[in-house]
């Protein structure tokens, strides 16, 4: 009898948290009765079994198959990644869990404001520089595409921001959020020293793909539930009712407007009135919401009433784009 198909979130903090809430806004519920459990089910997905680990687990879980699907961070696959293409990143836009991995020096080094500069620093102290890290794989390319070859990378784990002032270290990379905990540590971060600007992405095994029919099936499933969600979230649905000799005079006075278009066009349809009063239609329009006032006055321009505006929960189009280029890069 096959396994489950394995699909592994974070276990715990705000990624955890920001994981199961957007699955949940997709449609992907998470079912877990007791919260000491390690393992879960989506009711809307059967034959899953959701598991929670570390970020940096889901990786190497998903890299050698024992998980066929993952959420994470990006900064975590591009360290952990490994090179040989076992993993497939199938959505890198979730939308949360957003951060960057810079390169972080000394407030106390003044003249120092960009990775050209390291070279000075490197030249004066007359040796490699040394570089805390929780992402060296990331970072000493990033070094090397600045002449900065000969560098010591330190691994750490734990807190990084000490590592310059007791002396282990001459600088960091680290994950910036706000700010703030550099600025209470007298560190500042270097003008071109963003290595990764990171945020969720949704992975797969590669191979789990092109051998399991149902993996590929639950892979369209999440793709066409999240951008469709997605895609609904900067627009709302509108309705009116109007006064017109036909559905064609009333498209008519809409597409004279610049806003009110809909996405395809308007629908347009009869309105059955109790006084069988004739020449009331229906209109139905999906506008982005960010336009929403000007599409309320437009359609009062042209003699909209009774204007009712809805939240838009999915937006389905013929076949997910991520879908496509999954497929592409199964080849």
């Known amino acids: 009898m096959p396994r489950p198909i394995r699909f592994s979130i974070p276990s715990k903090g705000r990624l955890s948290e920001d994981a199961i809430a957007f699955l949940k806004d997709c449609g992907f519920s998470i079912y877990k009765p007791n919260p000491r459990q390690y393992e879960a089910s989506i009711p809307a997905l059967p034959g899953v079994s959701v598991l929670f680990q570390r970020p940096t687990d889901i990786v190497i879980s998903v890299r050698n198959g024992s998980v066929d699907f993952g959420i994470t961070g990006l900064d975590v ?46 030249a004066e102290i007359g040796r490699p520089l040394r570089v805390a890290t929780k992402f060296p794989n990331a970072a000493a390319p990033f070094f090397a595409r600045y002449g900065l070859m000969d560098v010591v990378f330190i691994e750490a784990e734990g807190t990084l921001e000490i590592a310059p002032t007791i002396g282990y270290a001459d600088l960091i990379t680290d994950l910036v959020s706000s700010g703030q905990t550099l600025r209470d540590n007298r560190l500042k971060l270097l003008a071109d020293g963003q290595i990764l600007a990171s945020q969720a992405v949704l992975i797969a095994n590669k191979a789990a793909l092109k051998e399991n029919s149902a993996a590929l099936a639950i892979a369209r499933q999440l793709l066409e539930f999240i951008e469709a969600w997605q895609r609904a979230q900067n627009n709302v649905s ?16 809409v597409f004279s407007q610049k806003t009110i278009g809909g996405l395809n066009g308007p629908t347009i349809s009869n309105i059955i009135r109790k006084d069988n009063e004739p020449n009331w239609y229906a209109l139905h329009i999906v506008v982005h919401r960010d336009e929403l ?21 999915y937006i389905f189009e013929e076949e997910p784009p991520r879908y496509k280029a999954m497929l592409e890069a199964l080849k």
């Open 77 to 122: 696959l591009t360290e952990h990644g490994g090179p040989n293409g076992a993993i497939l990143p199938i959505h890198t836009a979730l939308g949360f869990g957003s951060c960057t991995l810079n390169v972080i020096v000394p407030e106390a080094w003044s003249a120092i404001s960009q990775m050209s500069d390291l070279k000075r620093i490197q």
């Open 238 to 253: 509108i309705f009116a009712n109007m006064r017109g000799e036909s559905e064609a005079a009333i498209a008519e006075r």
């Open 293 to 313: 006032f000007a599409a309320i006055n437009e359609l009062r321009a042209i003699g909209g009433s009774g204007v009712v505006v809805a939240p838009v929960t």
